[in-house]
């Protein structure tokens, strides 16, 4: 589908008649612009969100790195222990000069034992083994090697989570838009109704005056003074409402746009302007360009990574380790047991044999969650396109709607106009004036909704078919 791809401004909104000395007139470009700066929470919440899964993604790359740790425990302790080795008689060797070696000074009987005929005596030798200070510490290196494709699978999910959160900003960023047109011109609409009540109760003031004169003059019964009055407090009553409607509208639109609730703003409301009129309910439907659907993909995507990861944890795993500790403790007889060094290298491998079931189990799981995202892919995707061709239908119908209700006020404005001749001139009854002022009324009221939900109704198209743009 082809639609206008240009920047525009949606809506052109002259300067608003009758502004006070305080209140700060804002367009609806300036409120957007507000809206998608750093003044929306709902964008702040997005772009931090997007932020946070940048460090994740960082995160998940570090594991395809060496793991470097460095350890260290010290301890004390009072345990301690005697150790006895006993003692005996020690033969004494003589030098053979013919065999040129060492012979024990001993005589072999003939049963086949021997008498020592000179010996050493070694005593019973006692030992004191304390443990007291024991310190060991080193450093090691851990450097995965194969794990199955779980450490390349984790990254690969990592950095579709964070395209993802790319994704959810954009959609974010479309509905701020949508939202915050739609406070403006509900801010326009109050200010338009308590136009339209300003203007009704003038009539009715204008008329209450001549009737009043007629009555003084005998010309007009009381009653007639009563049927205009009771007309003036409805109108006032309505005035009333309009300029609550209003404040109430401008404290939403704060709220979008990042204001206290309570500034003292205005908006402009004059100049209703809708582009672009290229747009037919006969255009075809393509929801391609829409966040929503690019989210969908990237969920199935998601959910095929999901599948990987899962089989990983079955796969063999290969890590290779190094370390380099030293050791130091313990005292047996007085002196230092343990005083050295020592370096390891190794490779360690896991290979899951049998896990009753659970490994084919969870694969099965992980594929059914992966056609379940493809089935509700298929759905939303449907629902996006039907929601698409309710919005060009509901932008179809506020055009026609926006034409009738202009034609049926320039209609209420020119009865309005005769009944008054003819009331004047005695031809038309006082009730029938008033319901010409009360239809002129309800025929502006309808103009102005109209208007309104135009706008409206073209801002929620173009999102609908992911181009929606507002201009610099």
């Given at each position: ?5 240009a920047?525009?401004f ?9 502004r006070?000395a305080i209140a ?9 612009k ?16 997007e ?9 998940y ?5 060496p793991?470097?740790?460095?350890y ?28 040129g070696?060492?012979?024990p ?6 049963d086949?034992?021997?008498?020592l005929?000179?010996?050493?005596l070694?005593?019973?030798q ?24 779980k450490i ?6 990592a ?11 954009s959609?974010?960023?479309d ?5 915050t047109v ?5 801010a ?12 009704y ?6 008329l209450?005056k001549?009737v009043?004169?007629a009555?003084s003059h005998?010309?007009?019964t009381r009653?007639?003074?009563m049927?205009v ?8 009553l ?8 209003y ?6 639109l704060?709220h ?7 500034s003292d ?7 209703i ?8 309910s006969?255009?075809a439907i ?33 890590v ?6 030293y ?16 370096a ?13 079931g659970?490994s084919k ?10 056609t ?14 039907l ?16 034409a ?38 309800q ?9 309104c939900?135009?706008?409206l ?12 743009k507002?201009g610099?």
């Open positions: 589908m082809t639609i206008h791809k920047t525009f949606i809506i052109a909104l002259l300067a608003a008649t009758g006070t700060q007139t804002l367009t609806i470009h300036e409120c957007l507000m809206a998608l700066s750093d003044n929306n929470k709902q964008l702040i919440k997005s772009r931090t969100k932020e946070q899964m940048d460090y994740e993604l960082k995160a790359k570090s594991n395809f790195y793991r470097l740790n460095l260290a425990t010290d301890c004390y302790s009072t345990a301690s222990s005697d150790l006895t080795v006993d003692g005996g008689q020690l033969p004494i060797y003589n030098y053979s000069a013919a065999t070696t060492f012979l000074n001993v005589t072999m009987n003939s086949g034992t021997y008498t005929n000179q010996y050493a070694f005593p019973d006692t030992m004191k083994l304390k443990l007291k200070n024991i310190f060991l510490g080193g450093i090691s290196v851990t450097q995965p090697i194969y794990m199955g494709g390349t699978t984790a990254y690969e999910m950095r579709l989570g964070k395209e993802m959160t790319h994704v959810s900003t959609l974010t960023h509905e701020v838009i949508v939202e739609e406070a403006y011109m509900l326009v609409k109050g200010k338009e109704m308590i136009e339209v009540a300003q203007k109760y003038t009539l009715l003031d204008e209450k001549n009043e004169s009555f005998g010309l007009k009653n007639d003074v049927k009055q009771v007309r003036q407090n409805e109108a006032e309505n005035i009333s409402k309009a300029k609550n409607a404040r109430l509208a401008k404290m939403n704060c979008y746009i990042g204001k206290p609730l309570t703003i205005d908006v402009t409301s004059e100049g302007n809708v582009m672009p009129a290229g747009i037919t006969g255009q393509d929801i391609s360009n829409r966040p929503e659907y690019i989210l969908l993909n990237q969920q199935q995507q998601m959910a095929t990574q999901q599948v990987r990861l899962t089989r990983s944890d079955y796969l063999p795993q290969v290779a380790v190094g370390s380099y500790h050791a130091n403790g313990g005292e047996l007889a007085g002196k230092r047991l343990i005083d050295n060094g020592a390891t290298v190794g490779i360690g491998v896991k290979v899951p044999l049998f896990t009753f659970e189990n969870k694969i099965r799981s992980a594929k059914a969650k992966q379940i995202a493809m089935t509700e892919q298929a759905d939303l995707n449907e629902k996006m396109m929601e698409q061709q309710q919005s060009l239908n509901n932008l179809d119908e506020a055009r026609k709607e926006v009738l209700t202009s034609s049926a006020f320039t209609q209420a404005e020119e009865n309005m106009r005769l009944s008054k001749q003819q009331y004047e001139v005695g031809y038309e009854s006082l009730s029938d004036y008033l319901e010409s002022q009360a239809m002129w009324q025929a502006y009221a309808a103009k102005v909704e109209a208007q939900q135009e706008v109704s073209m801002f929620k198209y173009l999102k609908s078919v992911g181009n929606i507002i610099d």
